[in-house]
Structure formats: structure tokens, C-alpha cells
Nanobody, 124 residues
Framework: QVQLTESGGGLVQAGGSLRLSCLAS????????MGWFRQAPGKEREFVAAVGWVGGMTSYTDSVKGRFAVSRDNAKNTVYLQMNSLKPEDTAVYYC????WGRGTSDRDSYEKWGRGTQVTVSS
């Protein structure tokens, strides 16, 4: 079974940047649409961005459009989330998720594989 491990979180000042990585344990990674979700304290887990398993189609929630970019490197079994112009409201635990043969939707119930998350804290 594919296991997902996030890294790259940390503490950054508002306006700064971070790049999150999510490493998959198997080469079947290339058959998974990959999503990034986040969960702030006291809030539900919400969709951030996704990239399809074929064609590289991407999608984003409105609040991160123009600031975040999702990409994948199938040769490295890794999906990335480049986060620029970070805001305090971006503070959350960020999770990557995999949906085999999926389309990379915003529906978290579509994803069957989840990492344990990495904390991102943006100070004002």
C-alpha cells in the first residue's frame, strides 16, 4: 500500500514562502491524483490544491489562487506545494492525499490515502 509522508512545514513570517513535499512509498504513485488539504485548529479539513494523475491538470481553492502552486515529479514519487505570499490565515496542518485513478477533486472523501500532516505556522 502507498504510504505518504509530508515534509517542509515550519514557522514563517507573513509574506514568506515554504515548499511542502509529499513522498510516496511506491511507484504506483504515478497512478494517483494527489491533493493537498489543510486543517486549522477548531476547523474542518479543507481542500487546498490538487494535481491529476495524467495530464498534470491542477485545481486550487480560491483563497490560494495566484499564491500556491502544486506540482508533481513522478520520477521522484513526490508531489509539491509551493506556497508564496503566506498569510496568518494559512496557518494549519497540511496533509497530502492520494486518489488512485482519480481526477484530483476537492472532495476529501475521494481520497483513500493520507499522510500524517506537517505544521505550517505563519506569524503576523
Amino acid at each position: 500500500q502507498v504510504q505518504l509522508t509530508e515534509s517542509g512545514g515550519g514557522l514563517v513570517q507573513a509574506g514568506g514562502s515554504l515548499r511542502l513535499s509529499c513522498l510516496a512509498s511506491e511507484r504506483t504513485f504515478s497512478t494517483y491524483a494527489m491533493g493537498w488539504f489543510r486543517q486549522a485548529p477548531g476547523k474542518e479539513r479543507e481542500f487546498v490544491a490538487a494535481v491529476g494523475w495524467v495530464g498534470g491538470m491542477t485545481s486550487y481553492t480560491d483563497s490560494v489562487k495566484g499564491r500556491f502552486a502544486v506540482s508533481r515529479d513522478n520520477a521522484k514519487n513526490t508531489v509539491y506545494l509551493q506556497m508564496n505570499s503566506l498569510k496568518p490565515e494559512d496557518t494549519a496542518v497540511y496533509y497530502c492525499a492520494g486518489d488512485r485513478w482519480g481526477r484530483g477533486t476537492s472532495d476529501r472523501d475521494s481520497y483513500e490515502k493520507w499522510g500524517r500532516g506537517t505544521q505550517v505556522t505563519v506569524s503576523s
